[in-house]
């Protein structure tokens, strides 16, 4: 299958180009040129598949034609290692939990997905080595170390905005050395995503090294994510609760409620979506009035989900050609302060007795808020609670433990590099290696 650029000027790419370009040459992002549509037989026995064999017949919808069915399998299997299950938390409300993983965020199946695809892909290619740049709110950039960690070939470098990340989220990329090289930009996290976009388009900086990105702009890292929400709907048609299935998502970057509308593209029976964002509202905003006017973002205590130019939002606007009325149609959108978030984190525990993230705080609440009465909603709980730790306990009034794999990377000495955000100082940095 072949990739086109949202900028539709860029020539179109095999899987292999767009995987190891990450970004077009014309700065768009890379799009299917299609998506191939799930028999009903797949749909008609996903409640008794096994997560890794859905995701399976998802990733060889979209990558079959480019990568042998064994090495895919290997990939797919590799990847999914541990659980994402469904939990109710109120009537007809249910958590995807996302964050059993290595770092305990969601972003941990897209970034081992990619680690293992283009460590395949530079093996038949025999390229020397690649470097990976990924700009990151939080959980990215832990996610993208922890699953390129040693892997031969690739370096990867994490842009991450000086004191903006949790404590817990920063040890997570910052201890690792090896191959991992944490940057800390002092900045905002729009910041570093530019950094990272102009790094691809400085021929100096692309003829000194091959560069790539391992951010949501990569179709190998958003497109696994799809994952999710086909064996949300397996789990949900196991209940007997699959009708009128409605998807809320905490929204950033928008790489993973563009996964979940591929996935309704593929043809999982996903009636709406609900996008939930923070202060950082610029998409709720076009929703609500037509009008996309991206803007700097302010710092939330949901700070994965500071974003204000979401990256993902061109491929959802090519996805239905930037026609607003069909958007709306499918997708409505939610925006809570802090004040707000605390007050869900503290409802739902005292409620529930459910322990609730900043984002899925955002999430759970916009499905409260908007869920209508004849359908059952699944809202992402992207990040395990620890991670944000004060904040939570703060909300709750009640302690909350540390699983010992975040009290791992929390022993561990930062490395980091402080730096600008000057695109000649992150320049002078690459060209350096």
């Not at 037989?41 to 042998?68: C, K, L, R, T």
């Not at 391992?214 to 789990?235: D, E």
């Not at 591929?262 to 029976?269: E, I, K, N, T, V």
Request: proline share 4%; net charge negative; hydrophobic share 40%.
């Amino acid at each position: 299958m072949k990739y086109y650029s949202t900028n539709h000027t860029a020539p179109l790419a095999f899987l292999h180009e767009a995987v190891v370009r990450g970004l077009a040459p014309d700065r768009g992002l890379y799009m299917p040129e299609r998506i191939r549509k799930l028999p009903a037989e797949f749909f008609d026995h996903i409640d008794s598949m096994s997560f890794q064999e859905i995701a399976y017949h998802v990733a060889d919808a979209f990558f079959g034609e480019d990568i042998p069915a064994d090495r895919l399998k290997q990939i797919v299997y590799d990847t999914l290692s541990f659980p994402c299950p469904v939990k109710p938390v109120e009537d007809r409300i249910f958590s995807l939990e996302l964050f059993h993983g290595p770092t305990l965020a969601f972003k941990d199946v897209g970034a081992r997905f990619m680690a293992r695809m283009l460590q395949y892909f530079i093996h038949e290619e025999g390229t020397k080595e690649v470097n990976v740049l990924v700009a990151t709110s939080g959980d990215t950039g832990s996610a993208v170390a922890n699953g390129f960690l040693g892997v031969d070939g690739i370096r990867v470098f994490v842009l991450y905005p000086k004191g903006k990340v949790s404590a817990i989220q920063e040890s997570q990329f910052t201890t690792l050395g090896q191959n991992i090289t944490a940057i800390e930009v002092d900045g905002v996290f729009d910041d570093c995503q530019a950094l990272v976009k102009q790094a691809f388009l400085d021929d100096d900086l692309c003829h000194h090294m091959k560069l790539t990105s391992a951010n949501s702009i990569n179709v190998a890292r958003f497109l696994p994510q799809a994952f999710y929400y086909f064996h949300a709907y397996a789990q949900l048609k196991r209940m007997g609760m699959a009708d009128n299935f409605v998807v809320c998502v905490p929204s950033g970057n928008f790489g993973n409620i563009t996964a979940a509308i591929f996935a309704r593209q593929m043809g999982l029976p996903i009636k709406r979506f609900i996008a939930a964002n923070n202060a950082n509202d610029v998409v709720c905003q076009y929703l609500q009035t037509g009008n996309y006017a991206p803007r700097p973002s302010v710092q939330t205590i949901a700070n994965a989900m500071d974003v204000g130019d979401p990256s993902n939002f061109a491929r959802i606007s090519d996805l239905f050609h930037a026609d607003w009325q069909q958007i709306r149609s499918l997708m409505s959108g939610a925006a809570y302060t802090d004040e707000q978030i605390r007050h869900t984190m503290r409802h739902c525990y005292e409620a529930n007795h459910y322990v609730l993230d900043p984002h899925g705080a955002c999430a759970y609440q916009a499905l409260k808020d908007l869920l209508a009465d004849d359908e059952v909603g699944v809202f992402g709980e992207t990040a395990h609670p620890a991670k944000f730790k004060e904040t939570v306990e703060s909300a709750i009034n009640a302690e909350i433990d540390i699983p010992e794999r975040l009290a791992a990377f929390m022993k561990g000495k930062k490395q980091s590099v402080s730096m600008s955000k000057k695109f000649s100082d992150f320049k002078q940095l690459l060209m350096a290696e």
